[in-house]
């Protein structure tokens, strides 16, 4: 069974920065593009960042384009998202799973809070 754990969120003021982490087990990590996603309060999950499944680019949101980087550790089976520049618009839940989406359940999410 595919588990994903997602960590590193926390309450953060406006202009601050953030690094997220997400960790796999019960598959190959290496062999799967992945992602992250978001769900702010009232609003639907949305896409953050990914990798291509060729691994050898990334695509961003436009919402966080240049201030998001998305990267991977194989060997820790742990794909990582770095914020920074944080606005309170970014505030949600962050979820890290397949992109394209699989099927894979998801974890139980990392809340990040961006004060004003």
């Known amino acids: 069974q595919v588990q994903l754990v997602e960590s590193g969120g926390g309450l953060v003021q406006a202009g601050g920065s953030l690094r997220l982490s997400c960790a796999a087990s019960?598959?190959?990590?290496?062999?799967?593009?992945m992602g992250w996603f978001r769900q702010a309060p009232g609003k639907e999950r949305e896409f953050v960042a990914a990798?291509?499944?060729?691994?050898?680019?990334?695509i961003y949101a436009d919402s966080v384009k240049g201030r998001v980087t998305i990267s991977r550790d194989n060997a820790k089976n742990t794909v990582y998202l770095q914020m920074n520049s944080l606005k309170p618009d970014d505030t949600a839940v962050y979820y890290c799973?397949?992109?394209?989406?699989?099927?894979?359940?998801w974890g139980q999410g990392t809340q990040v809070t961006v004060s004003s």
């Open positions: 799973n397949t992109h394209p989406r699989d099927g894979t359940p």
């Open positions: 019960g598959r190959t990590f290496s062999n799967y593009a």
């Open positions: 990798f291509t499944w060729n691994g050898g680019s990334t």
